[in-house]
């Protein structure tokens, strides 16, 4: 099991950046990915890295806008987020899924999930 903890999030106007941050204790394999959700809505894919490789994968909504990273010595993985639109405001989650191979990008793949923090941006 993956505790995980997500902080960062806020008020930004739109344009403007922010950075996430999850302090993931347990993991030493899989894939981190964050996901995030509309009010009303399932939770969508975001970004994700493989914890080894650090191969990543972005939805097609957020690529070239949002880069994830990891600091595998201090089990962290990042999101930062630039050029933010009032569109991205949801509650983002760090999850964590442990099975092997390929990156994994669907929510039922993912075992373990933080509290979630609330990112809005102003138009």
């Known amino acids: 099991q993956v505790q995980l903890v997500e902080s960062g999030g806020g008020l930004v106007q739109a344009g403007g950046s922010l950075r996430l941050s999850c302090t993931a204790s347990?993991?030493?394999?899989?894939?981190l990915g964050w996901f995030r959700q509309f009010p009303g809505k399932g939770r969508e894919f975001v970004a994700a890295?493989?914890?080894?490789?650090?191969?990543?994968a972005y939805a097609a909504s957020v690529k070239d806008r949002f880069t994830i990273s990891s600091d595998n010595a201090k089990n962290t993985v990042s999101l930062q987020m630039n050029n933010l639109r009032p569109e991205d405001t949801a509650v983002y989650y760090c999850?964590?899924?442990?099975?092997?191979?390929?990156?994994?990008?669907?929510?039922?793949?993912?075992?373990?999930w933080g509290q979630g923090t609330q990112v809005t941006v102003d138009s």
């Open positions: 347990g993991l030493s394999s899989g894939t």
């Open positions: 999850a964590a899924a442990r099975r092997p191979g390929v990156i994994r990008v669907a929510v039922a793949e993912y075992d373990d």
């Open positions: 890295i493989r914890w080894r490789s650090s191969s990543t």
